[in-house]
Nanobody, 122 residues
Framework: QVQLVESGGGLVQAGGSLRLSCAASGLSFSRYNMGWFRQAPGKEREFVAAIRWLTRATYYADSVKGRFTISRDDAKNTLYLQMNSLKPEDTAVYYC???????????????WGQGTQVTVSS
């Protein structure tokens, strides 16, 4: 079955960096559009970044543009999110997700990981 497993979360001070990874199995990873979403306590899940298959075109939420970078290694079936200049408001559980049809809406994604906690202290 399809599995998406996130790793790399943790506690970091404001201004610091983290790199999240998402290891995929059970699907043709190279043919899926991939995304990162996050959910803070008491808030709805929100789009963070996405990357298309084939063209590798990238898309970002305005709140992370210029600070976060999404990338993929199809040979390793792995998705990444490099997060720099982290802010306390970036604190959330971060999820990776996969979709055949590219979208930024979470409802369009078919497969989800279990999430990894990112906490940014001030």
């Amino acid at each position: 079955q399809v599995q998406l497993v996130e790793s790399g979360g943790g506690l970091v001070q404001a201004g610091g960096s983290l790199r999240l990874s998402c290891a995929a199995s059970g699907l043709s990873f190279s043919r899926y559009n991939m995304g990162w979403f996050r959910q803070a306590p008491g808030k709805e899940r929100e789009f963070v970044a996405a990357i298309r298959w084939l063209t590798r075109a990238t898309y970002y939420a305005d709140s992370v543009k210029g600070r976060f970078t999404i990338s993929r290694d199809d040979a390793k079936n792995t998705l990444y999110l490099q997060m720099n200049s982290l802010k306390p408001e970036d604190t959330a559980v971060y999820y990776c997700a996969a979709t055949i049809s590219f979208a930024v809406e979470s409802t369009s994604y078919n497969y989800w990981g279990q999430g990894t906690q990112v906490t940014v202290s001030s």
